[in-house]
């Protein structure tokens, strides 16, 4: 069960930069490519002639040409030329998805066209911000694409999946503030006075303690942006002042291939001490720090599929993955009624 | 879907010299061995007794022991001999297949063997005729193989799947003439005055435009066989006159081992030039431009299990790929009202 | 169909001195490890709370912590500390199963853990009396557990799989004498003035015939053990003496991973020559006899699964087997109606 009225991110924007590609969202394939004019379009990633995917065709002049028998088709998908005839037979033409190239990120549509909004997709203006320094990369992850929301949302698996960088027992002994909203969950965890996870003292100028936070939005059903940090003892972060702050910004793509396999898109960005390579070195164990979360939701989806009709039982920590599931699952059903109208 | 009264190439002759060759033809493992006087054998690829394939026992004097327990079978695929015991238990028998060993191939007949008639065994005399110089090989190939029979059967795909080799705009701008017969289907497109495809532009001495000619006869469920080339303009290669043409004659067997994997045998044959190295270099390409057609039979194949029940239409040049699944489907059904009967 | 109410080896003793320990055993993810006191332990190999598996979390202390988010399991399977919180949720615990360290081996109940009795496991004492030299291995096989019994229980094949070390034809012309017992059969097979097998003859001093045996016990449904060996001729071994005899003791635990990939730990102990490293080499093809066991086990295993009806034929040699899964379906049988009742 997916949702389908919403934007998930598809690729990185350069992916397209050498012409065709082939992906699949929500199990359906779909080839993206720009057109003449450099916008950028997204189809049924099949020949409506004999099956063959157009991904492995050409790119010409922005129209995609399948390699097959050269049947050709525009952004629209409407097919415009077939080799050997002059007309175009009635029904050549393959479905066309809503798409958006923001924030160095390919984002789709995949339910109703005339839904889609492009003011719905989340302002990450930390990706192409001259003031900030990104790290961004794509992972292939085998599991469902909610068991890696969870392990976003829940800041308590830190200390175990991620001991040498982002771990830290405030983040387990300080309860989050969980905020709904109709299509987004807040949540917040202020750790004033607090020993900094590894990675944030490396990078930062703090020695001991300092004044920590970790803020998320989730937009369901697929993003998660993150504000966290630390700022010296009492320098007032908290009332807004980050001055004497390091601020890092992470935000999540986090898109159904199929029930069993995600695409992971992440950026990883920072304000502070952007000119010096040493600190991006440092920040860049973020890459790694993601991978331990794969390991972790990889060995929860084979054990899921060893177990599948296993009971499970709840912790306090489960609060913001528990509401963020219900979100989806009310979002799902609002659709499901929609469609059904 | 299988027919299974049919002649199949199962391997090439020369595969049999090293003892017992185990094959899965339509889904059935059948072991090939040659006997005691060197006639060909094939056999269901599994003792009666406990099931091990007796393609990894041993070829003893011309019968087949099983590498488990010691079993021994002949030719007919009765066993004759049981390790410990002096009598053979009633129902000890495999069943056999009729083999034909003829143009450097194993042919078998997967159907009522006393339908068998070896003179239904397609003539391709270029296999094994000192006049000319065949390149052959064999292919494994994950698809179902109608999909790689349609390939071989419309040209209109030489331009994008082969631009470098078979590749013409004649192929697409001349439509074929196709001729129906009960058990076969023909087709000859000629091409007078025509740029050839670059591979026999460099493989002949003719410089610039040529009368060409693709023809090839279809003979279900499997084989296909053609006469192609390109002659010196206005030589009367039409009427007949090959004295200043470039002939080559290409042979496919096609047999399915599986509803989605497929053995792919072809040769490919010439009588011009057939002492001279370089020519021969030339036209080993022919390697290459079948393995561009399995690329893209295997993309194809792989597009219509992620889209099993999507519509396809059909464009001009689909009319013998069209005949030919027809008179395939007609002869299964025959076939099935037989069997019934 | 297996039976559960039995030992099954699930490991070597040593598998656990480095930590935690997962392994399948009849379906069913285990993870195993020393206790605080060094007691074994084993425990589903799936956390309560979100179905990590425990094995590739952390033994810290005797106790389990979950790698995910920190749960932590004792021996007994109960959680006994949730991080962030001081109460153990109502349910919080996984199942444990009964395990026994024996013979350098670690044994598994995975039936009703009221009727594990350790007094069951069938005694191996060669495996760690001064007086034997084991070679020990595991192998993982991809067969039903029961095609690897059978090639145990069944010397016949010796000659086929084995001919240059443990064939030989005495083992086909001699019948074996098969005795029943209410939860193990027993059968020896004397072969006096025979040509030894290659590998006997090669690690004894006894040049040409010799008196020979193979005795083996098989306690259903796991475990072969074989009482194996030659005599100098006339050295009265049948009556007992064994002072001119080379013995070697082989233990076989056959362990259903799943219906389809099987857990093999074998032991070959000898007690003679036993500070001579030559032999010792010698003897230690018998792990590449063992191998060829499994190839063969294997190729039967693929081939009923191509084969998945096909009707088989017995001979005289089968009775062995036949009588070993007689007494298996009958144990499972008697377990199903226990269960039921």
Known sequence: MFLYNAWYVAARSHE????????????????????????IAALEDRCCHRNA???????????????????TFDRSGACVAVPGQSTIPPGARVRSYPVVDRHRWIWIWMGDPARADATLIPNMFWHDDPAWVPIADYFHVDCHYQALIDIQLDQTHSKYVHPTSLGSDAKISTPPKVTREPRAIRCERLMPNAVPPPLFSRASNIEGRADGWTKWIYVPPSNVMF??????????????????????????????ESERTTHHFWVSARNFRIDDPKVTETMSAIRNTFREDLAMVEAQQRNKER???????????????????????????????????
Chains 1, 2, 3 share one sequence.
């Open 16 to 39: 397209l930069d050498d012409g065709l590609l082939g992906r699949t969202i929500l199990n359906q394939p779909i080839v993206f490519f720009r057109a003449a004019d450099g916008a």
């Open 53 to 71: 995917p157009l991904s492995v065709g050409r790119l010409k002049d922005g129209l995609v040409e399948c390699g097959y028998h050269g049947l």
């Open 227 to 256: 504000d966290a940090g630390i700022a010296e003892l009492g320098s007032g972060v908290y009332e807004g002042n980050r001055s004497k702050a390091f601020t890092i910004h992470n935000s999540h793509g986090i898109t159904p």
């Open 307 to 341: 177990f599948p009709d296993a009971p499970v039982i709840d912790v306090n920590a489960d609060s913001p993955t528990i509401q963020a599931r219900n979100l989806v699952a009310r979002l799902i059903e609002e659709e499901r009624r929609l469609t059904a109208a």
